[in-house]
């Protein structure tokens, strides 16, 4: 029987929004405060969720210990306190919160069981979120 | 296609024990949740129902209707109770979040299916603001 297991992280790192591809001048019009040089930082939340059969031994979809050290080692040793744009993943990709949804969601489906991970949400502010399935064909 | 979702809240106490497997076992894998004294979470239960509103009342269905469907099939039987000791679908099933939220489909589903129009479409649990279940009333 397929359930779902849902768990919230929280993630505070700095990024600017800032692409080579623009002049001063586009980047400040497209990114605005978010184009200012030094960065900024946010509060995020990283909302993972898996599917799968509940084991009818444990009653679980996923143990969430073992959720947990994947989510540590894969994206929060990475990201947590930690300046975005410095990561390699984004030296040529703008750190927007599209963009780091998309990119946890990657890091995760690496490190789970296939066909485990359905979706992550990432919310930048409390008013504001992302979220991606994968590509479905 | 219109999703309406209500929430709801109760409290109650469980721990995580499979009886095929020995101490050790059971600790190795639950963890703090095998201590058979228990503990206890303020749970929140999210239903979502789905169905086109009435063309009179411009509603998918009662929210009042639903409150009391919520608090009569599920609230009744879990807050303030003991999930492992005083509840018949976890004298066997380990009431983890996930086996809650598909036990609470099956006591909802019946009633929502037999009101017509709206049709069952998720039942989300919350642990913690953290942690949460959903089914979606798949096999």
Redesign the interface.
Known sequence: MKAYFGRRYRLSASHRLHSEALTAEENQAAYGKCNNPHGHGHNYVVEVLVGGDVDPETGMVVNLAVLDEVVDRRVMGRFDHMNLNLDPLFLNRVPTTENLCRTVFGLLKDGLPAGQLEQVRVEETENNFFEYFGERS | MVFLTRRATFSASHY?W?E??TAEENER???RCANRNGHGHNYTLEVTVAGEPDAVTGFVVDLKWLKEVMEREVLAAYDHRHLNLETPEFAE???????I??AAWRRLEPAVTKAGGARLNRV?VYET????????G??
Do not use: D, L, M, S
């Not at chain 2, 099933?93 to 086996?99: C, D, K, L, Q, S």
């Open positions: 995580y499979n095929a497997w894998v639950f963890g099933a380990i009431p983890t979040t996930e086996n939220a598909i989300r603001p953290e942690i949460f279940a959903e089914y979606r798949e096999a």
